[in-house]
Structure formats: C-alpha cells, structure tokens
C-alpha cells in the first residue's frame, strides 16, 4: 500500500510538450498515494507557455489550484486572470473548453485535479479536431491503450468498409 502523503519537494517531473507555445513539466501524484478514483499532479509552466491545447472533455471534471505565479485561463469563449491562491472549475462538459497560459514573466504552477476515468472523448476547438481515449488512467503511455486524434471531416460513415459477404 502506498504512503498516502508526499511532499511537494519529493516530486519528479517529466516535461512535455510540442514547439515553442506547448511546453510544461508535470509531476505525477495519484499512484505515488494511493489514490484510486482522482488523478492529481502538478504542472509547471514557463512564461509563455501552456501544457496543452484549449480542450473540452465529455466524461472528465477537472479542478485546477494555482499554487504559484499569475497567468490566464481561457474558458468558454473568454478570458480570465489567474493568480496565486485561485481555484478553476472546468466541467466535464464539451460546451466548456479550457487551458492554462502563463501569460506572465514568471513560472506559473498549478495542482491539476480530475476524475479517473478510463474513457474520454475531448473537443479541440482551435484546431478542430476531436480525440477519444479509452485505457489506464494511471498509465496515459501504456501501448495497450487506445487513442484516436482526427477531424470530423475525414471521419467516415458508421457503414464504411463494411460489406454483405
């Protein structure tokens, strides 16, 4: 059985990220203390940057605290200041997309709070696409998960591929 507490300043963390907008190092919580039903971790950000894209999710809550540093969440639609000490509701819900940006010249961090569910479908609004995810929650790179990122567009009907034979 896991310890059920852990320090801040026992984390590790992995940075992540994508060019020069998406970047973050995030330290994993949830197994380190034995948490089964949330997942937790803490997320570090550099002026300039944000972790991921402005995303909704149909099956995931998330609650963001902001631990340190001032920066912008970007929620439905608008924009909202963030500092130290601010608590961020993001429903699971694909009307409400959010993201975290540092917009400021300092680090920005955050505990990233959310259900462990091991089935998502997200919305990316800005880039129009859509992702399903099904697998361990605990372990997002495990190959045996499935994960799927495309655009309405190019999706194909329910009967493609299918024949009477």
Known sequence: ????????????????????????????VSAQIGAQKLGYAVVRLQPGKCAWPYHSHHTVEEMFYILSGTGTLRHAGKEYPLRAGDFICSPADPEQP????????????????????????????????????????????????????????????????ETDD
């Open 98 to 161: 959010h993201q975290v940006i540092n917009t400021s010249a300092d680090e920005l961090t955050y505990i990233a709070l959310g259900n462990q569910a091991t089935t998502d479908v997200m919305l990316y609004p800005d880039s129009g696409k859509y992702g399903v995810w099904h697998g361990d929650p605990e372990n997002p790179r495990d190959p045996a998960n499935f994960r799927v990122f495309a655009r309405r567009e190019t999706a194909v009907d329910y009967w493609d591929g």
């Open 1 to 28: 059985m896991a310890k059920p507490v852990i320090n801040v300043d026992q984390l590790e963390y992995e940075r992540f990220g994508k060019g020069d907008r998406f970047e973050a190092e995030r330290a994993p």
